[in-house]
């Protein structure tokens, strides 16, 4: 038998006792954890080592290694990817015949493929939700010089983030970094996505898992209007006279609203000095997150800070501590609202959704309680209640374990 081959950056040694020697489509069940998986041209599996969960998929030697590095750039330049691990090459089987190599990354914990995000009905508004994550997904991608080549719900994951859906790139075997992609490059790219994610949709159709009379030409078509609105919205300069210099602040205030930061704006004026021009140059996606970080050290998605800071400013106006500093503000909320809240969530159930996620829909519910009861509704009251008739009808979403995605109750208000 030849060496095996672990190339990580953590190598766990836990790894040398899986059978490398067997093609990975006959591993026993045993050793499987059953999560729902996306299409995919090549066999993968989910397996737990050493107490997580790894996927491993099993590909051409060349083609592991040039993924697993692209995932690690990713990774550095802050794009959502799921995590590499390791790659395990030099696999032959007992009779000495060769086997592919594996790839092998993290598990993206309460993440869901787009096909388990419709395995029972859901709302209308559930593709366009997951189309917009993915537009952003890709702007971002593009932004950074990044060429995908494969753009499809399949190769995406999704979670949930305050209402929406945040996409991470799952597959880049196809994909390219550059200085900076051509117009070419990027409109093949949106082309792409829009053929593939009509197809998808067909096939949901004829899964009977979204309505049958629904418009996929459509819904691609969508896409690539929200892609082409937010990268105008990014990048495109932007004319005016130097009367309107109020609109160099608005320019920035819209970039921070769709959740992105400006690290730097060229300004020019024109011969006479009658008028503005202005162009983004450096964006940073993950305005509202960072700021949430910085305030108060709690981790989350965009659309999920967004909500917390929207919280956090109706704290600060009740408490009437407009004038106080911002940090020691947040901290102050820290205390008395988000902790008490997160710490209300019993142990048992805290694989069923991230802990700002929880606080998010913790707020929803005092919110649809009181308009029931045309009263305001206590946040203790919200926090038990949410956890007696919602939360504990939930599935696990941390790590789902079943071998049927139609096994998956999505919830949505």
């Not at 998010?360 to 308009?371: A, D, G, N, T």
Request: aromatic fraction near 8%; hydrophobic fraction near 40%; charged fraction near 25%.
């Amino acid at each position: 038998m030849a060496p095996l081959e672990i190339s990580a950056s953590r190598a766990d040694p836990a790894l040398l006792d899986l059978p490398w020697e067997t093609p990975l489509e006959e591993w026993p069940e045993d050793i499987l954890a059953a999560l729902p998986r996306g299409i995919s041209r090549h066999v993968v599996r989910f397996v737990r080592v050493s107490g997580r969960v790894l996927a491993l998929k099993e590909i051409n030697h060349h083609l592991a290694h040039r993924e697993y590095q692209m995932l690690r750039v990713l990774g550095r330049i802050g794009i959502p990817a799921v995590v590499p691990f390791a790659v395990v090459s030099g696999r032959t089987t007992p009779e000495g015949d060769p086997l592919d190599a594996v790839l092998i990354t993290r598990h993206l914990q309460f993440s869901l493929p787009y096909r388990a995000v419709f395995s029972q009905v859901s709302r209308e508004g559930t593709v366009h939700r997951l189309l917009d994550a993915l537009a952003v997904l890709l702007v971002r991608l593009h932004l950074e010089g990044f060429y995908w080549g494969d753009v499809s719900l399949s190769n995406t994951l999704f979670r949930r983030d305050a209402g929406a859906f945040a996409a991470y790139i799952v597959d880049v075997e196809t994909g390219s970094l550059y200085e900076k992609l051509t117009d070419g490059q990027r409109a093949y790219d949106l082309d792409l996505a829009r053929t593939n994610i009509i197809g998808e949709l067909m096939d949901l159709q004829a899964g009977e898992m979204i309505d049958p009379e629904a418009d996929v030409i459509e819904v691609g078509d969508a896409l690539v209007r929200s892609y082409r609105e937010l990268w105008a919205t990014l990048t495109e300069r932007e004319q005016f006279s130097t009367e309107e210099r109020w609109r160099v602040s608005a320019r920035i205030e819209r970039l921070n609203q769709l959740g992105f930061d400006v690290g730097e704006l060229e300004i020019t004026t024109d011969l006479d000095g009658t008028s503005l021009t202005i162009q983004p140059k450096v964006v940073d996606a993950g305005h509202h997150a960072r700021r949430l970080m910085r305030l108060t050290g709690i981790d989350a998605q965009e659309n999920q800070a967004r909500r917390l800071l929207n919280d956090l400013d109706h704290y600060r106006a009740v408490t009437e501590q407009q004038a106080e500093d911002e940090e020691f503000v947040a901290h102050e909320w820290l205390q008395h609202q988000y902790e008490p809240v997160v710490r209300a969530m019993p142990r048992t159930m805290r694989s069923k959704l991230e802990l700002p996620e929880f606080f998010h829909e913790v707020l929803e519910h005092k919110w649809f309680l009181s308009e029931q009861a045309a009263q305001d509704i206590s946040l203790s009251d919200a926090v038990q209640d949410y956890i007696d008739n919602v939360l504990a009808h939930r599935p696990d979403e941390k790590s789902l374990v079943t071998t049927e995605t139609s096994a998956l109750p999505i919830f949505e208000r």
